[in-house]
């Protein structure tokens, strides 16, 4: 008899499974650490990390609770939910309770455990975070892609989610907005977020409000949807972007009172998975939530740093030819340089990854190709996020201006790395030009 064969490695996967690889903001960020390895210079503009250290109060919460060791109730510690439903209170007007709020070891795991067990398609605006597709991929849950246009800077219209809610108004759905964005850097103005709330009303949506950057609105004037749609809109939040601590990895949810049922279920499933989140990161996320005047001065000064830097990235990039909205929020800008088009095809460049390749090889600036937030593959678009850089440094330079814009000065020496980046990029772009 001969020989059995051995079945593809792939045989036992599940078929939700196969075909996906790593995180793509995960995978270029160990990418150019392995290049930096081997000695290479790379500017890391790719993962989407702040560039800021965790507020110093919030530092010492954690130190004074390390000796926290107990398994905390899987719904998350009561005075951290308390003090994350009076955040909501100050921050947008919204009356909640502990109650209402859900702890979990990121929003990411949060955001997973709630499309595993609420039944519905998934609705996404294009281009997207990298992650909302895949997990439902993995759940085996259809998406709906709601595709955006530059000319409205990327943003979902009323129109478009009408049209969606009319083809099926019965069907359950989960809408996705993230707001400030990634990967685009822009937001929704109060009265754009109202018509999206009555329409998502209208057709009995869920709204999942991934507001995980909206304190760092460059002008701190985030508004929620939920707001508008309070009984419909569950609000995603956290600790990773406007506290500098993503790798301690906290989430917070907070639900409506009418969708109490299904906070209760996403329990009982993490109940069965992570359990509980870090006992002592939690406890020292009560600190970072309730606020007071050294996290207002934190914030203050993030913001005007951000905004600055932003603002000019987006201005060299218009100069050199590519298309990018200025940005108005987070630490992103999605440049188009479909401008270029005929002159990278001349180049053997006609993908949004093959440019990405190319600018890594030839720059050392990684940045994320547009067809992983969900943008067609020949669209040659990118993400950028503008965070290689000291922010512990930046942040002590600026305390002595806080009045005063940020000045061109300032950023070259303080974030001296995305200012080389992008003028790498930009010089790239003119040989690509005249070439």
């Known amino acids: 008899m001969g020989k059995r064969k051995k079945p593809a490695p792939d045989v036992h996967l599940n078929l939700n499974i196969r ?4 995180s793509a903001t995960l995978a270029i960020n160990e990418r150019s650490d392995a290049l930096r390895r081997q000695g290479r210079i790379v500017y890391k503009l790719g993962l989407g990390q702040s560039p800021f250290p965790v507020p110093d109060s919030v530092v010492e919460a954690l130190r004074s609770n390390a000796h926290q060791k107990d398994y905390l109730p899987v719904k998350g510690l009561l005075a951290l939910r308390e003090a994350v439903a009076g955040y909501h209170g100050r921050v947008n007007g919204l009356t909640y309770t502990g109650a209402d709020v859900l702890i979990g070891p990121g929003s ?68 996705i907005l993230n707001y400030p964005s990634n990967p685009i850097g822009n937001t929704y103005a109060a009265d754009e977020l109202k018509a999206l709330a009555g329409i998502a009303q209208r057709y009995r949506m869920v709204v999942l409000s991934d507001e995980i950057y909206g304190e760092l609105h460059h002008t701190g004037q985030h508004v929620s949807i939920a707001r508008y ?12 972007k406007w506290c500098g601590a ?8 907070t639900f409506p009172e009418t969708l109490h049922w299904l ?7 993490a109940s069965e998975t992570f359990t509980a989140t870090s006992a002592p990161i939690q406890f020292a996320a009560v600190r970072g939530f309730q606020g007071g005047p050294d996290i207002d001065a934190y914030l203050a000064q993030c913001r005007r740093i951000l905004g600055a830097l932003g603002r000019y990235c987006a201005q060299r990039l218009r100069d050199a030819g590519a298309h990018v ?17 005929e002159a990278l095809r001349q180049k053997g460049i006609t993908t949004s990854q093959g440019l990405c ?21 020949d669209e040659l678009t990118a993400r950028l996020a503008y965070v290689d850089f000291d922010g512990a440094a930046a942040l002590e330079a600026a305390r002595n201006g806080e009045a005063q814009p940020v000045p061109v000065g300032f950023l070259k020496t303080c974030c001296a790395p995305v200012m080389t980046a992008i003028d ?3 010089d790239w772009l003119q040989q690509v030009r005249l070439r």
């Open 19 to 22: 075909g996906l690889g790593p």
């Open 108 to 175: 990411k795991e949060l955001m997973f455990l709630l499309q595993l067990t609420y039944y519905g398609d998934l609705v996404i605006p294009t281009p997207s975070w990298v992650s909302y597709a895949p997990q439902a991929q993995i759940i085996g849950r259809r998406v709906r892609w709601l595709s955006t246009e530059a000319e409205q800077a990327w943003r979902l219209t009323p129109d478009a989610l009408e049209r969606l809610g009319r083809e099926d108004p019965e069907r359950p759905r989960l809408l």
């Open 229 to 240: 749609y309070p009984e419909g809109t569950i609000i995603s939040a956290g600790l990773s």
């Open 246 to 253: 993503g790798g301690w990895r906290l989430g917070t949810f």
């Open 263 to 269: 906070a209760d279920a996403i329990a009982v499933t």
């Open 325 to 341: 909205q200025p940005p108005r929020g987070a630490f992103y800008l999605f440049p188009d340089f479909g401008p270029f088009r």
């Open 357 to 377: 390749e190319r600018v890594l090889q030839d720059t050392g600036v990684a940045i994320l190709p547009g067809v992983v937030f969900g943008r067609p593959e």
């Open 424 to 426: 790498r990029l930009c």
